[in-house]
């Protein structure tokens, strides 16, 4: 993978994307779950880079904006909002929150920035809990169930979660070669200089946290149509916070390829283990993120086998620094 | 309800909530590390302390020591083996990782020791003083909490190590200069934070069940009261734990339990915002 | 010559301690001007209040005929008010091309793309780094990185350009290199303020002097009057050292000298 050129990328992504899009056709119901669990982190994956790769803000948020789109579209079907727009309606509130929230909370930098963007999770998790009256608490929320059989209702799932793959990733495509690209590496690299070249750094990373909570929107309440039974646990989990950033960093953080190589990695890693060692299966994915940090810190796309037979060049402790 | 005795059990519990939340606030400040291991280290500090006292009979008060020493072996070998390679790295990597290896102690303690509560019962009776009712144990409880506390300020500002501590803290490369080891004094320092959070979960075993459940519930304690007392100093666990556990406790007598945990951590987002060095930050680690 | 800038009684205090006190002057179009003063004169804080790092206490800043007084540095940036660092500031992991082409993307040129890195190849033949603009920035060494400083400040258009110490770190042949290129850059008709501590750097190319001590404007004008005066003497050379010079300070020797 590091050799390829670019567009030999864009042709094992198509390829991917297409393996993902027939797995209904040619495989057994089983693998089309992992299909759509793939389509649905390599989005998540692709929303976080824009804060946490771009603009290199150690977010921790993505629970919050997961769980937040589960509950809208949830609640918004629930009291009669037809099915897309519901995804719809819970993609613009999680956008509005997530922008409203970054005026705040973007001030914070480095260890204060990520406790706050963990923060936001448990609030968020423990207001939806304690709000029964709408919410159902702790009981959880029965979600309306998408229309004919399990495998018809999988398909569905699956494209629309390719669907949203696909849209984030053509984001980052555009954000990647625009000038908010641009001053978001800036920003990533030395905030107070990016200021003084002109880039209105508070508006800029506003837009990548709005852009990093999203595609959550979309994929937390298509993801809450799709399973059917919400409850707080499921959907603000601070697994599920982490393992997201994880992923990216596997992939390759910043990169346009890196959170999709890295969640579709991480994901068969994780199936393979719950099938084979159930018991084991948290200890060994904790054994991959200690090993990653150690051996890949900066993600399989910007491997350099070279490095492997040398000291750290000056500009790795430059990052470092 | 009493309001004096909604005020002595926020107190009693405000105690325990400080010395759950020191050692995270030494190992935030000194190393600027946010260790997400520091829930697992104290579940694992009660469990050893409540298998030491039903398996083999052990009086908790003994075991307690016994289980913090372990703990801070564990820690100095899991800062010198692994943290310390990427210690200084951006936050995203050292959590991670610190979150990676929690993943693993915590996968052992359930596979090991599973996920019931267990609590160590020591069956001390009531005290009633002026019409305030409180169970001895967290009489005890509260005692050791404020003694293991107090006993980790004198180190800090009286020992070589302590000294050594605070002057990594302040200034890593002078403190280099000077001769200290770093990477020693690193490792000494997770170690002390982690024998801390065992002998804070020693301590909570003999008031609390405890059990694998709650490592997030306490990691989560941990940010509040570091965020309200400030990074960095053990009177700032102290005021942030009782601050903390005074609001909780009155909190939860007006709007519920529930909602009394919510308000912790929206003081905490506020604070965050508002005075990030927190209601007493100061600089050095005393 | 028509004004660019103007200071009105520009004051900063943090805390109890006044770092910048009642500072007015005026900047010409096209001038090299030489802000000179002792270590911990407000120099650096007087740079900073111009581009909006700091908040200003009292007064006015006045660019182009506009009150700047409340603007942020990106503004400052936009409108054309640059500056470089007395410690430099790049983006270490991009390319020396890419830095200079943050400049001319978000700077006052605001330009598309394509045309910004056009436009940063251009600053870094002029300042010499053509050669080198595929490195990443961190890999420079600091005469290099100075020269990235000034074509990243180049390439945002700037009316006016504050120069924060661009030669401290440098030997002396370097140090010829940088006011060769200060003098082309006075040449395309951008306005330069040389912040410096050193007097023999400032004084062969500056226009004009403008002279900061304790945070006050203890004198200003042509560079040779500016020497000769006593208060300047006093406040570089200490009461007692220029009480026992006398009057042999009056030559333009006496005050180069010590550097």
Known sequence: MPTLSRPLRYAALAGWFALLAVTPFIADNYTVRVAITVAMYSALALSWNFIGGFA??????????????????????????????????????????????????????????AIGSIAIVEVVRLVISSWGSLTGGGDGLNVPLLSGGPDRVASTVLYVMLGIMLLAFIATLLVDRSRLGFGLRCINQNEDAADMVGIDTTRYKILGYALSALFCGTVGAVYASWVGYIDPTDSFSILLTVKVPVMVLLGGAGTVFGPIVGAGLFVLLEEFFWANFLEWNRAILGGIIVFLIFFLPSGILKLDYRRLFRRKSPADRVEAA | MDLLQILVNGIVLGALYACIAVGFSL??????????????????GGYLTFFAWFHLGVDPILALPAVALLLYALGYALQYLFINKVVTSPVLTTLTLTFGLDMILYNLMTVYFTATPRRVTLDMGSADILGVVMPMDRVLGMGLAFFLTGLLYLVMRGSTIGRAIVAVRMDRQAAALMGIRVNNIYAITFGIGALMAGAAGAVFAMVFPVTTNLTGTFLGKAFVICVIGGLGSVPGALVGGIALGVIESFAGFLIGPQHAITLGFVLMLVLLVVKPTGLIGVKGYE | MTEILRLENVSKAFGGIRAVNDVSFTLSEGEIVGLIGPNGAGKTTLVNLITGVHKLTGGKVIFAGQDVSRQ?????????????FQIVQPFPAMTVLENVAAGSLFGGGHAAMGAAL???????????????????????????????????????????????EVNAGLNAAEIDGALDLIRKIAARGITIVIIEHLMKVVLSVSQRILVLHHGELIAQGDPTAVVNDPRVIEAYLGAKFAARFGTAASTSQGATSHV
């Not at chain 2, 829930?39 to 694992?44: D, R």
């Not at chain 3, 600091?142 to 990243?152: C, I």
């Open chain 3, 118 to 164: 056009d436009a940063a190849r251009q600053e870094l033949d002029f300042v010499g780094l053509g050669p080198v603009a595929d490195t990443p920035a961190a890999l420079l060494s600091l005469p290099n990185r100075k020269r990235l400083e000034l074509a990243k400040s180049l390439a945002m258009k700037p009316k006016v350009l504050l120069l924060d």
């Open chain 1, 56 to 113: 290199g803000y150690p977010s921790f948020s993505t629970a919050a904006f997961f769980g937040l789109g589960c509950y809208v579209g949830a609640l918004s079907q629930r009291h009669g909002v037809p099915l897309v727009l519901a995804w719809l309606l819970a993609t613009l509130f999680v956008t509005a929150f997530a922008a409203a929230l970054g005026t705040i909370i973007l001030r914070l930098k480095g260890h204060y920035f």
């Open chain 2, 27 to 44: 190992v935030w400040g000194v190393l600027n590390v946010i260790n997400m291991l520091h829930g697992s280290f104290i579940i694992l």
């Open chain 3, 72 to 84: 942020k540095p990106f503004q400052a940036a936009r409108r054309g008010l640059a500056r470089t």
